[in-house]
């Protein structure tokens, strides 16, 4: 599902990639595209159709690109193309949300904080993904009242929380071992429930994994302080959120951030960054996130953990011969500024000649 903005532009250069490396690994991809979002509410009148969500409950994973922009800011609730996003991951049950934080070495000075504090992050944040304050009820906005009012609530059951702990500490498993479980246990009661449920989890389970909890404000500011002392965040939906954008300006841009939303069925696979209007159709997207999505697709849902390291390689290949986006470059004498076909394209011939193939000039 391509989407609006840019998606299109990365969803099509990430698919090349994609097809490339599955031909190398006896697998065959069938592709079914529909469109999501502000794109669909043009077409359709809304923003997700039964149509598509059929097929991507039938698929094997789903390719998203970026949804929304102000051409369609004016409309509200489920008429806007983001409940499209919220529905979807309903409709799949995709309950953990996997955003890799990776400071690649050749970016390192393209963030806005110092190499020394950056130098060799690479944070795993599982964001539950499906529950909490976007999807609790009741919710209610009375503009009528005599002093108006809204509300939303924040509802997790124990069997939710349960889910995407195992999610976390299965990851953490394959990593470093460790897990920091985020919350607002100082405030929210909701908070000191999901901690007490993790801890609960972690004792009965003896997972050998190094447990530790840390309030919300605090994990925003080490993020910035000490972001190293992170291997895999474990945390509620609008806190994930939040955290997972504030880590993204860790790599130098929201640009470089891939995503994967998992559950029992089809994974959906899509960049952190949104469809940024300002730019499309003028060939500056940075597509990498969106290539890096389709090689946690290959990891995760096509279960080809080499065609995933192949194309995560051939992306750090490209960086170190240093061809750069507009929002990664620097003006660096060893940095060339390419748009997003360009990117790709560059990508593609990284990960032709790491399998032995010609590479397309």
């Known amino acids: 599902m391509p989407g609006d903005g840019i998606g299109p532009e990365v969803v099509d250069g990430a698919l090349t990639i994609l097809r490339e490396v599955c031909s190398h690994h006896n697998t065959e991809l069938q592709v079914e595209s529909f469109p999501f979002g502000g794109a669909s509410i043009d077409k359709h009148g809304t923003p997700a159709t039964e149509?598509?969500?059929?097929?991507?409950?039938?698929?094997?994973?789903?390719?998203?690109?970026?949804?929304?922009?102000?051409?369609?800011?004016?409309?509200?609730?489920?008429?806007?193309?983001?409940?499209?996003?919220?529905?979807?991951?309903?409709?799949?049950?995709?309950?953990?949300?996997?955003?890799p934080v990776r400071v690649y070495p050749e970016l390192a000075h393209a963030s806005t904080l110092k190499s020394s504090i950056i130098s060799g992050v690479d944070i795993l944040i599982v964001r539950e993904l499906t529950g909490g304050i976007y999807f609790g009820q009741p919710r209610e906005t009375n503009l009528d009242a005599e002093d108006p009012y809204s509300f939303d609530t924040m509802r997790y059951h124990r069997s939710e929380i349960i889910r995407v702990t195992k999610?976390?500490?299965?990851?953490?498993?394959?990593?470093?071992?460790?897990?920091?479980?985020?919350?607002?246990?100082?405030?929210?009661g909701s908070s000191r429930?999901?901690?007490?449920?993790?801890?609960?989890?972690?004792?009965?389970?003896?997972?050998?994994?190094?447990?530790?909890?840390?309030?919300?404000?605090?994990?925003?500011?080490?993020?910035?302080?000490?972001?190293?002392?992170?291997?895999?965040?474990?945390?509620?939906?609008?806190?994930?959120?939040?955290?997972?954008?504030?880590?993204?300006?860790?790599?130098?841009?929201?640009?470089?951030?891939?995503?994967?939303?998992?559950?029992?069925?089809?994974?959906?696979?899509?960049?952190?960054?949104?469809?940024?209007?300002d730019i499309t159709g003028q060939n500056k997207a940075n597509p990498l996130a969106t290539i890096a999505s389709a090689a946690l697709m290959c990891r995760y849902s096509l279960q080809l953990e080499e065609a995933a390291t192949k194309i995560?390689?051939?992306?750090?290949?490209?960086?170190?011969?240093?061809?750069?986006?507009?929002?990664?470059?620097?003006?660096?004498?060893?940095?060339?500024?390419?748009?997003?076909?360009?990117?790709?394209?560059?990508?593609?011939?990284?990960?032709?000649?790491?399998?032995?193939?010609?590479?397309?000039?």
Request: net charge negative.
């Open 51 to 99: 149509e598509a969500i059929e097929a991507c409950k039938s698929s094997d994973a789903v390719l998203l690109g970026a949804v929304g922009g102000e051409k369609w800011d004016h409309l509200t609730g489920a008429d806007r193309p983001e409940s499209g996003l919220l529905r979807i991951r309903s409709e799949l049950g995709v309950y953990a949300n996997f955003r």
């Open 167 to 188: 999610k976390a500490f299965d990851a953490a498993r394959k990593r470093d071992g460790r897990v920091c479980s985020v919350d607002k246990a100082n405030v929210l």
């Open 193 to 277: 429930f999901w901690r007490d449920i993790v801890k609960s989890y972690a004792e009965q389970n003896e997972t050998g994994i190094e447990l530790t909890h840390m309030l919300v404000d605090n994990c925003a500011m080490q993020l910035i302080r000490d972001p190293g002392q992170f291997d895999v965040i474990l945390t509620a939906n609008l806190f994930g959120d939040i955290l997972s954008d504030e880590a993204a300006m860790l790599t130098g841009s929201i640009g470089m951030l891939p995503s994967a939303s998992l559950g029992d069925g089809p994974g959906l696979y899509e960049p952190v960054h949104g469809s940024a209007p």
């Open 312 to 361: 995560e390689q051939a992306i750090e290949n490209t960086l170190k011969k240093g061809f750069r986006t507009g929002d990664i470059f620097t003006d660096s004498s060893n940095e060339l500024l390419v748009g997003t076909d360009e990117m790709c394209e560059q990508v593609l011939s990284s990960l032709q000649q790491k399998s032995g193939q010609p590479a397309n000039q």
